[in-house]
């Protein structure tokens, strides 16, 4: 076998070994979106349970709460980003990371201090790789987001929005995720978390002109919300990690069917190119063959 | 019993029972309050214990709801919970 042969044949059984990964990760990714879905879709009758009290009792009762008060100077703002831990992903969470630096870049020009949070082994990998810092960090389970993470994760922020700016506190806090529109689509998404502006957890959001009932409230609306509130930021935390996960999958879905389809195409055009050389290889020695045997003849 | 109540128990990752129900006993902090059809709008602070909840269809449900919240409107009862469960 001549030695351009032998270069075309391993570069195909290369491809082909990747190729073999690259659609069992594909397959994987595709159930596991539809599992990821359900949770969202699982999940929403409690955010909407919540969405809904937390809405009663801000509309009806003349309570302030730090929670929902807007502050008369914001110095710091808190940034929790949800990345993925593992790659493969395509852009995932290249263009989460992209999203929070443009968000960081423009609380800073509102002359903002911006601190991050990190969801995910890529981010924690981002910033380490770059010296910079974050306040906490949490890794491991982002393709199955579990709940406790999300209380961990809203008891921090809620911990921190609660401190003094003197003590490391932080006046506004912002979320960057991805959310899951459809198996092509993942969209980066911001949302202002605290102070509350209270929206629905699922998209779109239908103008509510509906009116709440007068409630009672029990023991009575400051406690209720007292209470309520961080629920309402672990749910809203909960279906960020929710929505991420279910777009982590779809990423990576769609980038393992495209780098399957490309060693497709390698593998074609290595096997063009092997059966061309194979070919001119058998013509070369049969020429020799040919020319050899004319030459026994002629020195007859 | 002219009317049933709508009932729906929910936890953080998943509704976990959904149906009518004639009569709803549920402690708050403020102590145990029972619900039929017809109550008024009402948000309340559940306390640890368990929440009953008469079906309609004969069937008596106790869910466990810690740190949860009640609301009533409408004859429409939520259990919210963060990790509430069935106990039978």
Do not use: C
């Not at chain 1, 003349?62 to 395509?90: C, M, Q, W, Y």
């Not at chain 1, 912002?174 to 957890?201: A, T």
């Amino acid at each position: 076998m001549g030695a351009q042969l032998r270069v075309y044949r391993s570069r195909i059984k290369s491809a082909q070994t990747t190729k073999k990964i690259t659609r069992a990760m594909e397959l994987i990714s595709a159930s596991r979106i539809q599992k990821a879905q359900q949770r969202v879709a699982a999940s929403a009758p409690y955010s909407r349970a919540i969405t809904r009290a937390v809405s009663a009792v801000a509309t009806y009762s003349n309570v302030d709460h730090p929670l929902t008060s807007e502050r008369e100077k914001l110095d710091t703002a808190a940034v929790v980003i949800f990345t993925s831990d593992r790659g493969l992903a395509g852009a995932f969470s290249s263009s989460i990371l992209k999203e929070a630096e443009q968000l960081a870049e423009l609380l800073r020009s509102e002359g903002k201090n911006v601190v991050f949070y990190l969801v995910g082994r890529k981010a924690v990998g981002y910033f380490s790789f770059r010296k910079r810092a974050s306040v906490k960090a949490w890794t491991g389970g982002t393709d199955q987001p579990q709940f406790d993470t999300a209380k961990e994760i809203a008891d921090a922020v809620v911990e921190a929005y609660n401190l003094d700016d003197q003590e490391g506190g932080v006046d506004e806090i912002h979320l960057v995720y991805n959310r899951f529109v459809s198996m092509v689509s993942q969209v980066p998404e911001v949302v202002r978390l605290l102070p509350l502006e209270i929206v629905e957890g699922e998209a779109p959001v239908e103008p509510s002109n509906e009116v709440y009932p007068l409630y009672e409230f029990e023991p009575d609306a400051a406690t209720v919300l007292d209470a309520l509130l961080p629920i309402y930021v672990e749910s809203r935390i909960f279906n960020a990690m929710l929505q991420s996960a279910a777009a982590e999958h779809a990423a990576r879905q769609k980038a393992m069917k495209s780098a399957s389809d490309n060693a497709d195409n390698l593998i074609r055009d290595f096997t063009r190119l092997a059966n061309n050389a194979r070919q001119s290889e058998i013509t070369q020695q049969i020429s020799e063959i040919v020319g050899g045997a004319d030459a026994l003849a002629s020195a007859k | 019993m002219a009317r049933p109540l709508n009932v729906s128990v929910v936890s953080a990752d998943q509704q976990i029972w959904a149906g009518e129900a004639s009569m709803v006993v549920a402690k708050t902090v403020e102590g145990e309050i029972g619900i039929l059809a017809g109550h008024e709008p009402m948000l309340a602070i559940l306390a640890a214990g368990e929440v009953r909840v008469n079906a309609t269809s004969g069937e008596r449900l106790v869910a466990r709801a810690d740190d949860g919240f009640l609301s009533v409107e409408n004859d429409t009862v939520t259990i919210v919970a963060r990790d509430a469960e069935l106990i039978k």
